[in-house]
C-alpha cells in the first residue's frame, strides 16, 4: 500500500506543476497527415498502396498518409470533362503537432482542384500547389472553409516552399500536368504500409524508408529546450507584442490583437490594469501558394530578307540577359520577408462598429463559477465531474498545496483535492487535463485586480462558434471601481453580433481593429467589493 501511494503522488507530481506554473502539455509529430480530397461530385480518385492494385473512391473522401514520401494518384470520372484524366504527385514534407486528446484524422489538409485549374491542365501548363499550415500570428483575417481555402498565386521563379515558410509550416507539395502515366508505372510507384485508406484502423510499417524530406526530428537548443511549434494552435488572451499600459490621458495604449486586459482604479484613486492569462484553442488552417508554368509554343516563317534581323537579334542576345534569365536571378531580398524601415502611428480610435448598453444577465458557464462560493455544496454528481475537468480552473482560484488523496486507477490519473471547499474529492484521468497557454495569472500586492480568461472548449475547426468567459476579482481588502474590461480579437476570430454578456450592468462597444477583427470592451457600472467578482462572455467564429 505504501509503494501505491508513493507511485501515485509521484505521477500527481510529474503532471501536476508548482503554484503559478502552466501544465506542459505534450507534442510531438503524428505519425500520419491526413489529407481530404474534394471535387465535383462523381470525380473518383485511385491510390496505389500494394501490389494487389488499386483502390479507388468517391470524393470527398480522407487517406492518412505517412510524411517524407511521395505519392501517386490517378483523378478520373470528372463530371463535365468526359474522357479526362489526371495523375498527380502528392510530396508530404510535414505532420500535425497535436496536444494529447486531439486526432490528426479531425484535420485534414486540403487537396483542392479548382475548375480553372483543370482549364489550364488541359491546355498544358504544369501546376504547382503547396498545401502549408500557417501561423495564426500572420494568418490574414479572411473568413475561410475547409473545402475552399485560401489560395495565393506567384510567379512560376518563386520557390513555393521557401514562401511557404514564411507564412507556416509546409505540409503538401502538389504537381500536376506531367505525361500521362501507364498502370504498370503507377503500381511499381506503390510503397505498402504508407497509405492508410477510409474504415481501416492500422497500417503496417512501410516496406522502405521515406525519400522526402520532413521535419521528423527537431534540431534545438541543448539548454533552452525544443521550441514547441505554433501553427496549430489559436493563442488569444495576456499581453504580447508591445505592452499595454494606462496612458497620461488614463487611457488603454499598447492593445494589440488577442490581448485582453482590464482596467480599475484602487482604493487611492490611482488607475490600474490587469492581464489576463493566454488560452489555446486548438483550430489548424491550411492555406495554399500555387503557381502555373503555361505551355509556351511559337510558329512562324521567316523569309531571306528577315535573316540579317534574326543575326543581330542573336547578338544582342548576348550582351543583354534575357527575361527567362532575369527571372531565374531574382534579387533574394525579394525572396525574403521584407521588414518596413519605419512605421508610421496614427492618432486615435478606430471606427466604432456598436454600442449599446448591456443589462445584468445571469452568465452561467457551469460549475467553474461556483468556485470559491458555498453553491457547490450543492453540485450533482454531474456537475462535480464537469468540475473536475476544470481542476485546472480551480487551481487558479484556490489555494492548492498539493494532492490530498489517493484513489487506485488503472490508467495513469492525478489526485487531489480542492482546498478550502471541503466538498469531495476528485480522481482526474490524464487525458481530461487541459490548461491555460503561459504562465498562470498571478496578484501583485498592489494591483488586486485578478483576471481569467477560458474558451467552452479546447480544439475547435474553421467555422465553428466558440464561447470565451472572462472572469474579474477583486482579490484585495478595499473596493475598486471604473472596472472595464478589453479584449482585441485576432485576426482568426470574428465577433458574433448580439453575443456579449455580462452579470453587472455595463456599456458594451464594439470598434475595429488593426487585424481585421474588433476589440470588444465592456464598461461596468459600480464597485467590486472585496471578494466579488464579475463575469462577461461572448461568442467567436473561427475564421
Known sequence: MRTRLLTALALAALVLPARGQALPVPRGPSPLLYIRFHGTPGTRVAFYRDPAGPREFEVPVTVGVRPGYLYRVRISNIPGRPGVTLYPTVEVRGSLHLPPRQHAADHPAPFVLTDADLEHVEEGAFLTKVVYLENPERAA??????????????????????????????????????????????????????????????????????????????????????????????????????PAGIGPDGKVGGLDPSDT????????????????????????????????????????????????????MALAGLRLPSLEANKSETPQAVRMRLRPGGTAAETGVGRFVRVQVL????????????????????????????????????????????????????????????????????????????????????????????????????????????????????????????????????????????????????????QENEAGSAVLRWEVSGKVLPGQSGLVSFQARVR
Not at 156 to 170: E, K, V
Not at 237 to 242: A, E, F
Not at 275 to 303: D, I, M, Q
Not at 462 to 490: E, H, M, R, W
Open 261 to 312: 486586459v482590464a482596467e480599475y482604479t484602487d482604493s487611492q484613486g490611482r488607475r490600474r490594469l490587469a492581464k489576463s492569462n493566454r488560452v489555446c484553442l486548438c483550430v489548424p488552417r491550411f492555406a495554399v501558394l500555387r503557381s502555373e508554368l503555361p505551355l509556351a509554343g511559337l510558329e512562324a516563317r521567316r523569309g531571306t530578307e528577315d535573316a540579317r534581323n534574326a543575326t543581330a
Open 141 to 242: 483575417a479572411v473568413a475561410t472553409r475547409p473545402d475552399q481555402p485560401l489560395e495565393t498565386t506567384l510567379p512560376a521563379n518563386r520557390d513555393l516552399i521557401d514562401a511557404a515558410r514564411d507564412f507556416g509550416r509546409p505540409m503538401l507539395v502538389v504537381r500536376l500536368g506531367a505525361r500521362p502515366a501507364e498502370a504498370d508505372e503507377l503500381q511499381r510507384s506503390a510503397i505498402p504500409g504508407t497509405i492508410l485508406f477510409p474504415a481501416e484502423k492500422s497500417l503496417m510499417p512501410p516496406r522502405l524508408p521515406p525519400t522526402v524530406p520532413w521535419a521528423c526530428l527537431s534540431v534545438y537548443d541543448p539548454t533552452l529546450g525544443p521550441r514547441p511549434p505554433e501553427e496549430e494552435c489559436l493563442h488569444d488572451g495576456g499581453d504580447v507584442g508591445r
Open 359 to 510: 443589462d445584468a444577465f445571469l452568465v452561467y458557464d457551469g460549475p467553474a463559477n461556483l468556485i470559491n462560493t458555498k453553491q457547490v455544496q450543492q453540485l450533482t454528481e454531474q456537475q462535480r465531474t464537469k468540475l473536475a475537468k476544470q481542476i485546472r480552473f480551480a487551481l487558479s482560484f484556490s489555494h492548492t498545496e498539493g494532492p490530498a488523496g489517493v484513489e487506485q486507477k488503472k490508467t495513469t490519473a492525478v489526485a487531489g483535492r480542492v482546498e478550502g471547499l471541503k466538498a469531495f474529492e476528485v480522481a482526474l484521468d490524464t487525458r481530461e487535463v487541459s490548461c491555460i497557454c503561459g504562465e498562470a495569472p498571478q496578484v501583485l500586492v498592489d494591483k488586486p485586480m485578478l483576471l481569467c480568461k477560458w474558451a467552452d472548449r479546447d480544439a475547435a475547426q474553421v467555422g465553428d462558434v466558440v464561447t470565451f468567459t472572462l472572469k474579474y476579482t477583486n482579490n484585495g481588502g478595499q473596493p475598486i471601481a471604473d472596472v472595464a474590461v478589453s479584449d482585441s480579437l485576432s485576426g482568426r476570430l470574428e465577433y458574433v453580433a448580439g453575443s456579449a454578456r455580462t452579470d453587472r450592468n455595463a456599456v458594451f462597444t464594439v
